[in-house]
């Protein structure tokens, strides 16, 4: 796989090597294109008929098979819409509904909070005994038992990196009973996923990290095939409803994944997230899972060579992390600061870690090896340790 040629589609400022594509991916440049011909061809000249002649209505699942391509899913079972938190709250939701008469949802320490936040806003609204367990990342195998109604997971950890083993816990909580839920925030367009093969119940996940579509673009749901006509949607919208245009006042959920969608979907996010997609045409996961391995063995290998004051927070085994390194330092935030300074992009997660993302659509050997350069001197020369380095910013 030739990865000259996908660096290409992207617009990378001057200057800058870009490890942060796990939080926020960069402009691809089509997408202003698409952008502006939606803007202009579309809205601009058809108006509201841009529903049926551009095609805006069936965007949402158009893009949905696109991103299920990369995730294993089966076609037509993956819906774009909304944000990654909302899709949280609505496979949770579904997948409650499949277990009755279990009450527990089981997460891990690990997890994004906003995951843990939305399981724990649903269950304080069921009431009735509904409610939500963590249990250290190792120790999930373990908690897994006949009172668990959902396991909910982030496959790859945002901080460290970790990975947990899909196929096999979905398989271990298969037999306790238990419905799955996958969030793929940083495994969409960075590792291989076989949702299929896994036997996941359902998944979710966003496109503005690793798939590229902009700041603010919408999250994805997948629900398996056998759940497809089962699943009760508990956002009830009236565009996941079988005839939204009969305007009936009975709720009727609409085939399959299309239940899934809510109300109207945001058409210019969706553009810039169509050419997003394109970037990803002939690319398969297996190349782009081996190259990203090979980039963040050689940074781990070029930082630990010339770091000593720096410590390894991600697993060291590549098969066992995701597409990024983090590694801890007691004055993290200060350094990233520097570092951003110097042109190495990277981001800081409380309350000590320096994460960086390998992306190798755009990313390769050269920028990994001269970002780890940098990162040495800053450490060497002290120049992380200087006032305007130490201010905290809303975002880090
Ligand atoms: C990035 C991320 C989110 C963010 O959710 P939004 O609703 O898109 O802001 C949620 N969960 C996980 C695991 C994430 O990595």
Redesign the pocket.
């Known amino acids: 796989m030739d990865f000259a040629k996908t660096k290409e589609l992207f617009h990378l400022p001057e200057g800058v090597i870009y490890l942060d594509g796990n939080s926020l991916g960069p402009l691809p440049k089509a997408a202003a294109g698409r952008v502006a011909q939606t803007l202009e061809a579309e809205w601009g000249e058809m108006l509201i008929k841009g529903w049926n002649d551009a095609g805006w209505m069936a965007l949402p699942g158009r893009i949905g098979d696109r991103i299920g391509r990369l995730i294993g899913a089966e076609s037509g079972h993956v819906m774009t819409g909304d944000?990654?938190?909302?899709k949280?709250w609505q496979a949770l939701a579904a997948a409650l509904a499949l277990n009755p008469g279990r009450k527990v949802i089981l997460s891990d320490t690990g997890?994004?909070p906003?995951?843990i936040y939305m399981a724990e806003g649903l269950t304080t609204l069921l009431g009735q005994g509904y409610e939500v367990r963590t249990v250290a990342p190792e120790d999930v195998a373990g908690a897994l038992s006949g009172d668990i109604a959902v396991l909910m997971l982030?496959e790859v950890d945002?901080r460290t990196g970790r990975m947990h083993d899909m196929a096999a816990l979905t398989k271990a909580a298969h037999a306790h009973g238990i419905v799955t839920v996958w969030?793929l925030?940083?495994s969409a367009g960075a590792i291989e996923v076989d949702l299929a093969g896994a036997g996941a119940d359902f998944a979710v996940g966003?496109t503005y990290?690793y798939l590229n579509g902009g700041p603010g673009a919408p999250?994805f749901i997948y629900v398996a095939p056998r759940h497809a006509e089962a699943a009760k949607p508990a956002l009830s919208g009236w565009l996941g409803h079988e005839a939204p245009f009969a305007f009936d006042l009975d709720y009727r959920p609409a085939p399959g994944v299309a239940r899934m969608r809510v109300g109207t979907p945001p058409i210019v996010q969706l553009a810039a997230l169509e050419a997003a997609m394109d970037a990803w045409d002939g690319v398969e996961m297996a190349d782009v899972r081996a190259a990203s391995m090979r980039l963040t063995d050689l940074f781990i290998a070029e930082v630990e060579a010339s770091c000593p004051t720096l410590t390894l927070a991600s697993p060291r085994d590549a098969t066992r992390r995701g597409s990024q390194v983090s590694f801890h330092h007691p004055h993290g935030y200060a350094v990233m600061q520097a570092l951003i300074a110097r042109g190495v992009i990277g981001d800081f997660r409380a309350p000590d870690i320096l994460r960086f993302g390998f992306t190798p659509l755009y990313i390769g050997e050269q920028e990994v090896r001269a970002a780890a350069a940098i990162l040495a001197d800053i450490l060497a020369t002290g120049a992380w340790d200087a006032p305007q380095f130490h201010a905290r910013k809303a975002v880090t």
């Open positions: 944000t990654l938190s909302i949280v997890n994004f906003s995951d982030t945002y969030d925030a940083h966003c990290k999250a």
